[in-house]
């Protein structure tokens, strides 16, 4: 089992940055691979970003890409998310969750435990 808690979400203005955290409790979260996902009113969950259990492998969506980074730190047992120009369509309710699976997967099917969300309002 695993409890993942989210946090640094907030309003924030078009241009500007957040860091969201995910701290996690339980079995050590470095087993783990973990994902970042967004769920925007009235549209499906999506995926965001992924890191593999060693932080050497990051995959990101096409949305993400040059804007976002996810990294992680074992030690403190905390997963990050950088989101620097945030635009008004990046405002969701982001989650982190975790995967037992080898492979990093971008399919939230594939993610065991996630945390309550944290939300990410962008103004124009």
């Known amino acids: 089992q695993v409890q993942l808690v989210e946090s640094g979400g907030g309003l924030v203005q078009a241009g500007g940055s957040l860091r969201l955290s995910c701290a996690a409790s339980?079995?050590?979260?470095?087993?783990?691979?973990m994902g970042w996902f967004r769920q925007a009113p009235g549209k499906e969950r999506e995926f965001v970003a992924a890191?593999?259990?060693?932080?050497?492998?990051?995959f990101y969506a096409d949305s993400a890409k040059g804007r976002f980074t996810i990294s992680r730190d074992n030690a403190k047992n905390t997963v990050y998310l950088q989101m620097n120009s945030l635009k008004p369509e990046d405002t969701a309710v982001y989650y982190c969750?975790?995967?037992?699976?080898?492979?990093?997967?971008?399919?939230?099917?594939?993610?065991?435990?996630w945390g309550q969300g944290t939300q990410v309002t962008v103004s124009s």
């Open positions: 339980g079995r050590t979260s470095s087993t783990y691979n």
């Open positions: 890191i593999s259990r060693s932080g050497g492998t990051k």
């Open positions: 969750a975790s995967s037992p699976y080898y492979t990093v997967d971008l399919g939230s099917g594939r993610y065991e435990f």
